[in-house]
């Protein structure tokens, strides 16, 4: 995963995307062609001050996912991860207790991307948000609950060879 994370790394050097999405307008959009079932991705988490806080490489899948939340969610295999906080290296994997077993859910609407880190988990979300090009993906990363939530951080995704 280390050689994945390079280019984003490097794009991260040029900042990451602190507006609000305007859910609205990007998913009024096309979905970029990349951004399609069966394709791996790298994701680098940040904090506020931009910290790098690791790295979730994901294979989108075409399962359903069962989430607290309607739609049409989409699992996502996790490949690796090496983040931390939120404790991604624990809740993915073979069942531990009552974190383990934990999985990524996604919903793509034209360039609007949204993914649950730890679903099935209900009113405790660790979310990404965020807005979908071709080369990848920028957004946000926060908590999400019945009380509201907060913002902790941003991504930048990449598309990564599997």
Request: aromatic share 8%.
């Given at each position: 995963?280390?050689a994945?994370?390079l280019?984003?790394?490097?794009?991260l050097?040029?900042?990451?995307?602190?507006?609000?999405?305007?859910f609205?307008?990007l998913?009024?959009e096309t979905?970029?062609?990349?951004?399609?079932s069966?394709?791996?991705?790298?994701?680098?988490?940040?904090?506020l001050?931009?910290?790098v806080r690791?790295?979730?490489?994901?294979?989108?899948?075409d399962?359903?996912?069962?989430?607290?939340s309607s739609?049409?969610?989409?699992?996502?295999r996790?490949v690796?991860?090496t983040?931390?906080?939120p404790p991604?290296t624990?809740?993915?994997?073979?069942?531990?207790?009552?974190?383990g077993?934990?999985y990524?859910a996604?919903?793509?609407?034209?360039r609007y991307?949204?993914?649950?880190?730890?679903?099935?988990i209900?009113d405790n979300?660790?979310?990404?948000?965020?807005e979908l090009?071709?080369?990848?993906?920028?957004?946000?990363?926060?908590?999400e609950g019945m009380?509201g939530?907060?913002?902790?951080g941003?991504?930048?995704?990449?598309?990564?060879?599997?």
């Amino acid at each position: 995963m280390r050689a994945a994370l390079l280019p984003v790394l490097v794009l991260l050097a040029g900042g990451c995307s602190s507006q609000k999405l305007d859910f609205s307008r990007l998913s009024a959009e096309t979905t970029p062609v990349p951004w399609q079932s069966g394709t791996q991705w790298t994701f680098v988490v940040t904090g506020l001050k931009r910290e790098v806080r690791g790295g979730l490489t994901v294979v989108l899948l075409d399962e359903p996912a069962k989430t607290c939340s309607s739609g049409n969610w989409k699992r996502a295999r996790v490949v690796s991860t090496t983040v931390q906080d939120p404790p991604l290296t624990t809740w993915y994997g073979e069942p531990h207790g009552i974190v383990g077993g934990l999985y990524p859910a996604y919903e793509i609407h034209g360039r609007y991307l949204h993914v649950l880190l730890n679903a099935p988990i209900c009113d405790n979300d660790w979310t990404l948000r965020g807005e979908l090009t071709e080369q990848g993906a920028t957004g946000r990363v926060a908590t999400e609950g019945m009380l509201g939530g907060e913002h902790v951080g941003y991504f930048m995704a990449v598309r990564s060879e599997s």
